[in-house]
Nanobody, 116 residues
Framework: QVQLVESGGGLVQPGGSLRLSCAAS????????MGWYRQAPGKQRELVAA???????NYADFVTGRFTISRDNAKNTVYLQMNSLKPEDTAVYYC??????????WGKGTLVTVSS
């Protein structure tokens, strides 16, 4: 089992920045890819960014150049630095961990609200 705990969400003005953190615990040796997804009201959950155990990153087109995903394997933590935030970035952001065998785990989510 893998447990994921997100932190760092909140209210920010358009153009502002936030950094989300996701700390993993449990069977962390089994984790390959970690990522961030988001779900806005009335919309489906979508991938924001992901990073493999080897450091390969993947970003959704709508965040390229604004968001950066990083991973500290010593701390078992993945981060999402979000800059130039827009109102349309408002959503619940979920941390995801995928094991090498394909089994996935989810955090409970952290709310990001971009509003003036």
């Amino acid at each position: 089992q893998v447990q994921l705990v997100e932190s760092g969400g909140g209210l920010v003005q358009p153009g502002g920045s936030l950094r989300l953190s996701c700390a993993a615990s449990g069977s962390i040796f089994s984790i390959d890819t970690m990522g961030w997804y988001r779900q806005a009201p009335g919309k489906q959950r979508e991938l924001v960014a992901a990073i493999t155990s080897g450091g390969i990153t993947n970003y959704a087109d709508f965040v390229t150049g604004r968001f950066t995903i990083s991973r500290d394997n010593a701390k078992n933590t993945v981060y999402l630095q979000m800059n130039s935030l827009k109102p349309e970035d408002t959503a619940v952001y979920y941390c995801n961990a995928e094991r090498f065998d394909g089994i996935e785990y989810w955090g409970k989510g952290t709310l990001v609200t971009v509003s003036s």
